[in-house]
């Protein structure tokens, strides 16, 4: 009988959090975060997604200690990143929590990056994220639409969620810009008929995050180039795509805030 024995040599990088040690740790078969309080485990990523199965914690590429919303008190800022092609980023935020911690930003992004940054100027840090809900659905993935959603910390719950003011205003911003998308610009068939372009969709997506949902649907109009009747059937489903988002909510149905 022979035995073979594996030795995995793991890395370790760690910080301190408010008299924590945080460590991002990867060997050959995982990479996970874990919190400590004087060797006594607080949080272990790989044990809350076995908790959580709709959870996405693997591989932190990025971990920062920063106030994230300007009460003077350090939250922990942690994105993790699966290391395929292109999917999938996640983003925590987390808090003290007297002798414990807790999770207030829970940010899934799918194929599309996430950063922070003061959107508003007031001295918080949002989250601000792309939204891919359209990946794979018109087009080949190289030629998604995309739009930008912003998340801000809510006062009274004290969780991040998708802002429709800001969120509003950054695609305002952009389309002003005209800023599209990133990839290639294909052509959007229907049978063997080439009905739209991606940058068409890509800007339609930018209005109605934008809260021009009519301005929007006049542009997929004039842009069409296939039958007329079946402009105003794309369009239903082109709706109906979006609001399939995660944020779909806060898109069509947010107040200003």
């Not at 922070?116 to 007031?122: S, V």
């Not at 997929?220 to 795509?241: C, D, Q, S, Y």
Request: hydrophobic fraction near 40%.
């Amino acid at each position: 009988m022979i035995l073979f024995l594996i030795f995995l040599q793991a890395e370790v990088k760690e910080y301190r959090w408010d008299g924590l040690t945080v460590r991002a740790i990867s060997d050959e078969l995982d990479a996970w975060l874990e919190i400590l309080d004087e060797g006594r485990v607080l949080f272990d990523s790989r044990k809350y997604c076995e908790e959580h199965p709709d959870v996405w914690m693997y591989n932190p590429i990025d971990v920062r200690v920063l106030d994230m919303d300007g009460d003077g008190e350090n939250e922990l800022y942690v994105e993790f990143y699966s290391g395929g092609a292109h999917c999938c980023s996640s983003a925590y935020v987390f808090e003290r929590d007297d002798e414990d911690v807790k999770i207030v930003a829970d940010v899934f992004s799918g194929n599309s990056g996430i950063s922070i940054e003061d959107a508003d100027g007031d001295g918080d840090m949002e989250i601000v994220v792309w939204d891919d809900v359209l990946a794979y659905d018109f087009t080949p993935y190289v030629a998604t639409p995309w739009a930008m959603v912003v998340l801000s910390r809510d006062e009274d719950s004290g969780v991040w969620r998708c802002s429709p003011g800001l969120t509003r205003l950054y695609n305002i911003a952009l389309l002003m810009e005209e800023k599209g998308q990133d990839g290639y610009d294909m052509c959007v068939f229907q049978g063997e008929t080439c009905v739209l372009y991606s940058s068409h969709l890509d800007r339609a997506m930018k209005m109605i995050y934008a809260g021009r949902v009519e301005d929007a649907r006049e542009y997929i109009l004039r842009n069409w180039m296939g039958r007329i009747p079946h402009a105003f059937r794309f369009w239903k489903t082109f709706v109906e795509e979006l609001k399939g988002s995660q944020w779909a909510e806060c898109i069509f149905g947010g107040e200003e805030d």
